[in-house]
């Protein structure tokens, strides 16, 4: 199984992409047989949708978005890793769902996981599960997670109950995101999908 991990902040080094490859290891190690990799759209230069991505033969979006959206094919489930800027999903996250109109995404199952450095986080994940679903038919599973007081959270001298939670629920939480992942497998090889006539939402 394949998994990938998207985190979408617009800072270098930020508390989302550390958080990443944290659950990346987490996934590893509770889950058998899953290659998890970790897209940093802040690393990736990806730039901000434009009407020349329709256009077959523009060379940059040939260049810089093909080889991702292909990987992103191969997938079976996504985790998404959104920081919140004043109490909103930051703009690369949101391109980034702009981006995926060719089934990357589409009946497979997504994890959400906010991140706060104080003690909100509640708002990207209403964000997401709201809208970004539509026309991709990513399957945003239950469960979700969010990462509020990040920096104590990701120091490793820092102990405390709260800490220990998170840890305890990430835990708990990426054998469940992993069967949603197996589970819709079946819907995808099925046959009732049938994304290139339906591709858009109502």
Known sequence: ??????TGSQRPESNSKKLGFLLKEKLEKTVADT???????FDSGLPYWNQDK??????QWNELWKPISDDLKDCDGFIFVAPEYNGMVPPIMTNFFLL??????????GLLVSVSAGNNGVYPISELRAYSFKNNKVCFIPEHLIIRNVNKILDVEHSSDEKDYIFERIEYTMPVF???AKALKHVRSSGA??????????
């Open 178 to 180: 992993a069967q949603y």
């Open 100 to 109: 995926c109109e060719a089934g990357e995404l589409a009946h497979k199952a």
């Open 1 to 6: 199984m394949k998994i990938k991990i998207i």
């Open 54 to 59: 329709w256009n077959p033969e523009s060379e």
């Open 35 to 41: 290659q998890v990799d970790v897209l940093c759209l």
């Open 193 to 202: 999908t049938k994304t290139d006539k339906f591709g858009f939402g109502m």
